[in-house]
């Protein structure tokens, strides 16, 4: 029902912000109570959380992390944003967007490769 899809540069140098939007159809990002969430994977290593939006706008990321992330939305277009500062090669990894209402489904996007590299 819910269709994500992950655009934005495959390519980032180090030092620069890495910055994906995640397009959304047959949802909305206001939609009671959902959580939108921005996950990856690094090469041979498991899925990391990065962080949420929810339904009401606020946000959290994972501690780790806090520091360099920023997750935002355009309710417009209904699309949310995930800007990652200061990257580093460590953050070369397939990132994913993902929908969440706690009991009822998850959906994710198909992913997109980001490779930090000069």
């Known amino acids: 029902q819910v269709q994500l899809q992950e655009s934005g540069p495959g390519l980032v140098k180090p030092s620069q912000t890495l910055s994906l939007t995640c397009t959304v159809s047959?949802?909305?990002?206001?939609?009671?109570?959902?959580?939108w969430s921005w996950i990856r994977q690094p090469p041979g290593k498991g899925l990391e959380w990065i962080g949420y939006?929810?339904?009401?706008?606020?946000?959290y990321y994972n501690p780790p992390l806090n520091d360099r992330t920023s997750i935002s939305r355009d309710t417009t277009k209904n699309q949310f944003t995930l800007q990652l500062s200061s990257v580093t090669p460590e953050d070369t990894a397939v990132y994913y967007c993902?929908?969440?209402?706690?009991?009822?489904?998850?959906?994710w996007g198909q992913g997109t490769q980001v490779t930090v590299s000069s």
């Open positions: 939006i929810g339904y009401n706008g606020d946000t």
């Open positions: 993902n929908a969440r209402k706690y009991g009822l489904f998850e959906y």
């Open positions: 047959g949802a909305s990002i206001t939609d009671y109570p959902i959580y």
